[in-house]
């Protein structure tokens, strides 16, 4: 297929370097700022007292929202209430993900009182819309929020997830110093994660460029991450790994592939943390081998394609046999970096009749959106889970 005509918009402003931090006072806008920082992990990497000296020392006042190491809506209407009472200029997000995703969403509510309205899809968001300043200074890059408009949140009262699509951060600091203080399974799931999510941007319609951009992000995250539990102090190595985390979500990898059926792994995954108390890194981890395995009765090439290019099969295998023998390959692989390829790993699993119950709504839910359906049928489904655990 022909390269897709495409739009690419990315308005972040991106520093990287061990002197990130000297470009903060400069960047942020006015003279109050919020700090969304996580929990003790990113304390340990130095980074809120580094970000709060230098604020400190310019004279730029701040308020830390701590522990904010879930996304919570709570937090986010903690956030939104201190910007009010404090005339709030600039939220930084501080931390992994939550705490970025978090800032983008407090940033955006703060002008916003409809804002459910955006996080349930009911109204778009564009980067034109008002918000409050948005900067990140991520300490464990795996999810790539920031360089990307995405922003995750569930509001736990209501059992509802929330998805706010549009909003950029303004700027983004990566030092891969902070990083330096995760552990080995954390550096793992980092690199898992972007792993995983670079590769979803492989699939789908076939574009040369982009796959190329792509093979060299996995390649990279694929090298790096050996490095970097060998030696969690080996800069280059976490320069790299924090770079892949930022070019696997910012768009630039699946410009001009169209719409790729690649990205129900994200919805597909819902099912399993409906059921299952577990984090989206080890979701996503375990399921995305038999994900692979499970949709290429649908896409067949396109899973042989990505195995043999990326996984190293043989291709004048057949379709069957190259996945079957790439899906072992990456459970290889994930092993091998210390992480757990099975749910039952993670505590007790869903039955096949819950799993069922719980495809089956999925399925139904899904037929009903405007956009075309799930592929993938409730046996499949099942079976898919099935391997998982």
């Known amino acids: 297929m022909a390269m897709q005509n495409f739009h690419y918009f990315n308005p972040c402003d ?34 809120v007292d580094d970000v709060t000296n230098i604020l400190s020392e310019h004279d730029i006042e701040w308020i830390e929202l701590g522990g904010s190491s879930d996304p919570t809506y709570e937090r986010v209407q903690a956030g939104i209430e201190i910007c009010h009472e404090a005339n709030i200029d600039c939220v930084l997000g501080v931390g992994g993900c939550s705490c970025m995703d978090l800032a983008k969403i407090i940033a955006f509510g703060a002008c916003h009182d ?29 999810g790539g929020s920031e360089a990307d408009a995405a922003a995750e949140v569930d509001d736990l009262q209501n059992d509802t997830h929330g998805s706010l699509y549009g909003i950029f951060p303004d700027f983004s600091l990566l030092n891969p110093e ?24 492989y699939l789908g319609d076939y574009n040369p460029i982009a796959e ?44 001009g592939k169209g719409d790729s059926w690649s990205w129900s792994i994200y ?25 692979l395995q499970a949709y ?6 396109d899973v042989r394609r990505y195995m043999v290019d990326i996984m190293g099969v043989d291709g004048s295998l057949p379709v069957e046999e190259a996945v079957q023998q790439g899906v072992e390959q ?32 999925y399925i139904a839910s899904d037929e009903d959106d405007e956009e075309e359906g799930c592929e993938l049928n409730a046996d499949d489904i099942v079976i898919m889970y099935s391997h998982c655990y």
């Open 212 to 255: 190329k951009f792509t093979k060299a992000v996995l390649e990279a995250v694929r090298d790096s991450v050996q490095k970097a539990l060998a030696n969690p102090r080996d800069y280059d190595a976490r320069a790299t790994q924090m770079w892949c985390s930022a070019l696997a979500t910012m768009g630039i990898l699946s410009c």
């Open 178 to 201: 902070y990083s330096f203080s995760l552990n080995p399974e954390h550096t793992a799931y980092a690199a898992a994660v972007t792993f995983i999510q670079a590769s979803v941007n």
């Open 296 to 301: 290429a009765t649908y896409h067949g090439d």
């Open 330 to 361: 990456l459970i290889l692989y994930f092993t091998s970096l210390g992480l757990p390829m099975n749910y039952s790993s993670f505590g007790e699993v869903p039955d096949d009749e819950q799993m069922r119950e719980l495809a089956e709504e």
């Open 114 to 142: 409809d804002l459910w309205d955006y996080l349930s899809g009911e109204k778009e968001a564009s980067n034109d819309d008002d918000h409050l300043q948005i900067g990140v200074i991520p300490s464990y890059p795996s």
């Open 267 to 291: 919805s597909d995954m819902d099912l399993i943390t409906e059921c299952m108390d577990i984090s989206y890194r080890q979701a996503i981890t375990v399921l995305f081998p038999r994900w």
């Open 14 to 47: 991106i520093y990287l370097g061990d002197d990130v931090l000297s470009n903060l006072p400069e960047l942020i806008d006015g003279s109050k700022v919020l700090i969304v920082s996580g929990g003790m992990g990113t304390k340990a990497s130095g980074i």
